[in-house]
């Protein structure tokens, strides 16, 4: 299985991002799926999930601001977010929910205040 997130960079406070992650080697459209961040210093922690049935929940921190989808046609997930804050600074992995899949590289979100 591959998980290859992209789509981070530097942006300034109540900028918008959107990440993809590309997938392989895994049947897309039978697994729940994931986003991850991991702040400076901190453990990773879910942002957002969304099921097979395309059923979406977020963290608090990030309701109404970020919108995770999915293309079961192209095997990837997306997470648009929206009026960024300087702590959502973070790299930012998918995976598939509850899983031991190793996790990819993921990609750098910076947030400049």
């Known amino acids: 299985v591959q998980l290859q997130a992209s789509g981070g960079g530097l942006v300034q406070a109540g900028d918008s991002l959107r990440l993809s992650c590309a997938t392989s080697g895994l049947i897309f459209r039978l697994n729940d799926m994931a986003w991850y961040r991991q702040a400076p210093g901190s453990q990773r922690e879910t942002v957002a999930g969304?099921?097979?049935?395309?059923?979406?929940n977020y963290a608090d921190s990030v309701k109404g601001r970020f919108t995770i989808s999915r293309d079961n046609a192209k095997n990837t997930v997306y997470l648009q977010m929206n009026s960024l804050k300087p702590e959502d600074t973070g790299v930012y992995y998918c995976?598939?929910?509850?899983?031991?899949?190793?996790w990819g590289q993921g990609t750098l979100v910076t947030i400049s205040s």
């Open positions: 995976n598939v929910r509850k899983s031991s899949i190793p």
């Open positions: 969304i099921t097979s049935g395309g059923s979406t």
